[in-house]
Each structure stands twice: as structure tokens, then as C-alpha cells.
């Protein structure tokens, strides 16, 4: 994979329908880090996402990358569902992109990824055969089988119980190392846990709060003392 | 199993009304004599069912394959929707059956004007049914296929026409339910085979078990078309939620 560009995001102001979501909000996610966003539901965290991912207009500001190439089509994006097509099989699932861009699809590589996320014996099962921890785990080899340098997560564990959160978050830590990527979240635990450091956004009009940073390299064991303190401070923080 | 036992109850409340009310055999036969009237005219009833059949068919396959196009257009060029749409509403709101003497009267006594009765049947729910279903693609599929840098051909290929499939089978059981009432109006208004003018024939001449016997057939052949097109929609459309078949 080339080498990932740094994300800055400079005074980005969204509205909807006269209401100011937020405005002068700046981040910077270092080449091939994880930043963990926190905050309460309906903030604007889902569309300062989307707005990343190109697929929603800003009111103002705007996304760039430390390489000043466009971001458009290097950014991969896993949403809340798993969004698996029923109709298609495991494997052409994880193949999407290149079946929708027109490309010849690499089964070998698609392969090569379900079986780093556990699931080669399963390449020719439908979605519905699989449990969710399983679907969440191939949405992670779609993703990852675009093969793009900036990946968005939008509370892509949310739906899973958590014991099969815990292990797909140790999964992803792993397979999205060098990546950099933005994982939306409102679970402290899962920031503290897999992010390089984390940000929490709160309040009307939204306002970014100044980084946390977890002491230690990701994925963190959950019973490391610091991750139990600093997840600790984040929910008295986003409880005010 | 369960068909079996509701046939033979249905028999046998109809006899007893045949044995016990004093009804003329000129307006309810026999249950016996209708059967009669169905072996004596066998070959007659077989041929002109034939008939019955290849209107309702074709008009099935031309009906589908105009729907879909009329959806997939409007799918693809919404202005199209705004124009055809209301179009498409208010032809409904003329009785199809009305035209029926237009249509024979356009198109002849023969085939033809059947199958486009049963075109114009149909073609409403087809064409409803696949809209609504490429109209509400979800959401999250479509955003994923812009983050993919997919062409909007693509997606409609990949994405919106699979998943707008289940409601287009919706809409097809409903054309095939109701695509033997188009072929039997345009029989009945002019015709010079098949099972409608078979029915409207035994009725002029007080032949009703001959007319009973034309109306079993046609029952007939409407539950298997639709029991036959029914089990091959639920194959083909492999992934959508089925009680019958215990996934959910």
C-alpha cells in the first residue's frame, strides 16, 4: 500500500436547516493513525463523516490531505450495518468495488483477506448465514480489499455483543495498522482501547475538545489500568 | 393436501344444493353433469384452454418486459417519472374492461386483442411494483457504492436492480393472478376460440354444465400458472426473508 497521507480537516462548518451543527472545527489524524471520535448521539459526528467521505457538502471549510492529491477514491467507508448484499456471496461481497468500478476482480486477494479475517472457509456462504460478528468481519475484508489509504469507520461494532466486539476490534486494529483512519464511536472503551489517540466532540453548536491521549500503542489490553482511568475521564467528560 | 379436502367439501355443499334445493339444472348443474360435460368435450375444452393459455403468456411476458422497461426508464431519467407517472395513475382510474370492445374492434378477432387486454392489466402492477422497489434502495448501499467511485449504471446494475427485485416479484404474482381476467374479457367481448368465448357460447345456448365445466378449467389452470410462477419467483429470488421457508 503506498504510504498514507495525513487528513487535515480546517474550519468546517456544516448547517441544517438554519442550524448551526458545527462550525470551526479543525482535526489533523497523522499519516497511518487512528483517531477515535466520541460523542453523544446527534451531534454531527455521522456527518462530519459523511462530509469527509465526499457523499454530504460542508457549509463552509474543507478536507484536505498532506499529499494535496483529491481525496476522492482513496477513501474506503464502513458504516453502522454491515450493508453485505443478501443476493451476493461472501466472497463477491468483499469484491464489490472492483465489480462496481468495472475492474476484473482478484478472487486470489479477496481470498488472502477472509482468511486473515477468519472467514475462508465461509467465502461461498450468503450474509445470511453468518452470524453478525461474522458479517462485520467481512464488511472489514470489503473494506479492506479496496485497498484505500484513509478509512472511515462509522460505529462499525456497535450492533455486536461484547465479547465479539472486543475480538473485531483487535482485528481491526491489527488489519487497519498504517491506515489512517477515523473511527467514529461512542463506546470510551472501544476509543481507548484501538485508537492512537481520541477526540470528543459535544455540545450545540459542536465543539471538538482537546486530544486525549492513551498512553501506549493500540490494540490495548481493556484491563490495562491507564485505558480503565482515561475511559474513566471520557465518561464523566461526555456525561456533563 | 389441504386443496384436496377444501375441493371435496366445496363438491359437496354444491351437490346438496343440487339435491335438496329446488333449483333447475338449467342454472346450477350438477356437480355430475358437469363432470360429464367435462370428459364428453374434453378435446374441445383442451384445445380452446390452449388458446386461453398462450393469451394469458404472452401477455405475461410482453406486459413484464414493458413494465420493467417503463420502470427501469423512470429509474434512470426521473423527469420521465414526472411525466409518466400521473399517466400511468390515471389510466387506471379507467376501466381496463371498457376498452375491451375498442381493442377487438382495433386489433381483430384474434389473439392479439387479447393479449394486449392482458397487457393492459398487468402492466400497472408491474410497473408500481419495480418503481417503488428501485425507489427504495437502502440508503447505506448507495452510499457505500459513491464511496466505491461507482458509476450510477453500475449501481443500478449491481445494486438497486437486485435489491428492487423482491417488490418486482410482488408485482408479478399480482400480474399473474390477474392476467386470466384480461384474456377472458377480451374473449368474451369477441373472440372465436378459446376458454372465455367457450363460456360465453354455453351460456347463450343454456349449456351450463358445458360453461361450468370451461369455468373449472380456467380455476384450474389460474391456480397451477400461479402456484408454477409463484415457486420459480421464490427460487430465483434465493435471499429474500421467507417464512415458508423458515429464514428470516
Aim: hydrophobic share 55%; charged share 15%; aromatic share 8%.
Amino acid at each position: 500500500m503506498s504510504p498514507c497521507p495525513s487528513l487535515h480537516i480546517q474550519n468546517l462548518a456544516l448547517h441544517y436547516g438554519g442550524q448551526i451543527i458545527f462550525e470551526n472545527l479543525n482535526l489533523t489524524i497523522q499519516s497511518g493513525q487512528l483517531v477515535a471520535l466520541l460523542g453523544p448521539s446527534g451531534v454531527g459526528k455521522t456527518s462530519l463523516l459523511r462530509i469527509i467521505a465526499g457523499l454530504e457538502v460542508p457549509f463552509a471549510g474543507q478536507v484536505t490531505a498532506s499529499d494535496n492529491i483529491p481525496l476522492g477514491g482513496r477513501i474506503a467507508y464502513m458504516a453502522q450495518q454491515d450493508l453485505l448484499l443478501p443476493w451476493a456471496s461472501v466472497i463477491d461481497n468483499v469484491m464489490l468495488g472492483a465489480k462496481l468500478r468495472r475492474m476484473r476482480p482478484n478472487p486470489d486477494r479477496a481470498m488472502n483477506l477472509l482468511e486473515r479475517v477468519g472467514l475462508a472457509t465461509r467465502a461461498k456462504s450468503l450474509p445470511v448465514e453468518l452470524s453478525g460478528g461474522m458479517r462485520q468481519r467481512v464488511a472489514i475484508a470489503r473494506t479492506l480489499y479496496e485497498e484505500r489509504p484513509i478509512v472511515l469507520m462509522d460505529e462499525p461494532f456497535s450492533a455486536l455483543d461484547a465479547i465479539t466486539r472486543t475480538k473485531i476490534q483487535d482485528l481491526a486494529a491489527e488489519l487497519l495498522a498504517g491506515c489512517t483512519t477515523l473511527l467514529i464511536t461512542h463506546d470510551p472503551m472501544e476509543a481507548c482501547r484501538i485508537s492512537h489517540h481520541l477526540v470528543v466532540l459535544t455540545g450545540a453548536p459542536a465543539r471538538l475538545g482537546p486530544p486525549v491521549e492513551v498512553p501506549g500503542l493500540p490494540p490495548r489490553a481493556p484491563d490495562n489500568l491507564l485505558v480503565l482511568q482515561t475511559q474513566a475521564e471520557l465518561l464523566r467528560m461526555l456525561a456533563q | 393436501m389441504r386443496g384436496f379436502i377444501t375441493f371435496a367439501v366445496f363438491l359437496a355443499g354444491w351437490w346438496a344444493v343440487t339435491q335438496f334445493c329446488p333449483v333447475p339444472p338449467y342454472m346450477l348443474p350438477t356437480p355430475q353433469s358437469v363432470a360429464a360435460a367435462l370428459i364428453a368435450q374434453r378435446n374441445f375444452l383442451f384445445d380452446n384452454t390452449l388458446v386461453t393459455l398462450a393469451e394469458i403468456l404472452l401477455g405475461l411476458f410482453f406486459g413484464t418486459l414493458l413494465g420493467a422497461l417503463a420502470a427501469l426508464t423512470m429509474a434512470v431519467l426521473p423527469p420521465v417519472q414526472r411525466w409518466l407517472m400521473p399517466v400511468l395513475v390515471l389510466s387506471q382510474a379507467i376501466p381496463v374492461f371498457a376498452l375491451a370492445p375498442l381493442l377487438v374492434l382495433w386489433f381483430g378477432f384474434g389473439m392479439t386483442s387479447k393479449i394486449i387486454m392482458t397487457i393492459l392489466v398487468i402492466f400497472f402492477p408491474v410497473t408500481a411494483s419495480l418503481a417503488d422497489g428501485l425507489r427504495l434502495t437502502e440508503p447505506g448501499w448507495l452510499d457505500m457504492a459513491a464511496a466505491m467511485n461507482a458509476s450510477r449504471f453500475s449501481t443500478l446494475w449491481h445494486i438497486r436492480l437486485p435489491a428492487a427485485l423482491p417488490s418486482f416479484a410482488s408485482g408479478l404474482r399480482v400480474a399473474t393472478a390477474l392476467a386470466p381476467i384480461g384474456a377472458i374479457i377480451g374473449e368474451w367481448v369477441g373472440a372465436s376460440s378459446g376458454l372465455g368465448y367457450v363460456m360465453i357460447n354455453a351460456n347463450a345456448r343454456i349449456q351450463t354444465d358445458v360453461m361450468f365445466a370451461a369455468l373449472f378449467v380456467l380455476c384450474m389452470m389460474a391456480v397451477l400458472l400461479f402456484t408454477i410462477f409463484d415457486r420459480i419467483l421464490r427460487n430465483l429470488i434465493y435471499w429474500a426473508p421467507d417464512s415458508r421457508r423458515g429464514v428470516s
